[in-house]
Every structure is written in structure tokens, then in C-alpha cells.
């Protein structure tokens, strides 16, 4: 293999990364932003968990009823 097709080849790696890692940030920045519009419509609306208008989120708590089931 050529020097010059190593290097073709690693600059065309090099665009697919960039070119993936910018659709890969780009979902999770859609995601985000259509996640603060269901809330803000969910505030609107009435119809919000107690927890969801300080921005903190909280788990559930964990019990031992599952031992019922073995």
C-alpha cells in the first residue's frame, strides 16, 4: 500500500468519525430539547408528577416484594 492511500484513507476515516460523532450529538441535542418541550407542556397542562417542576429526578424506591415471587 502506497503512502498516499494510507493517508487518503486516514483522512477519509477521520471525516466518517467526525461526520458520525456530529449525528451522535445532534440526536441526543434533538432528544434533550424535545424532552424540555413535553415538560413544559406537561406543566402547562396540570398533569405533572410532584417532582417534576423542581428539575431533581427521583427514583423509585426499591422493595422487598420480588422475594415473594421465588
Given at each position: 500500500m502506497s503512502q498516499s492511500a494510507r493517508a487518503f484513507g486516514m483522512v477519509i476515516g477521520g471525516l466518517v468519525g467526525?461526520?458520525?460523532?456530529?449525528?451522535?450529538?445532534?440526536?441526543?441535542?434533538?432528544?434533550?430539547?424535545?424532552?424540555?418541550?413535553?415538560?413544559?407542556?406537561?406543566?402547562?397542562?396540570?398533569?405533572t408528577p410532584s417532582?417534576?417542576?423542581s428539575g431533581a429526578r427521583k427514583e423509585p424506591q426499591m422493595t422487598d416484594d420480588w422475594k415473594d415471587y421465588r
Open positions: 467526525l461526520v458520525f460523532a456530529a449525528m451522535l450529538c445532534g440526536t441526543i441535542a434533538f432528544m434533550a430539547l424535545v424532552e424540555q418541550h413535553l415538560r413544559a407542556i406537561a406543566e402547562n397542562s396540570g398533569r417532582n417534576a417542576s
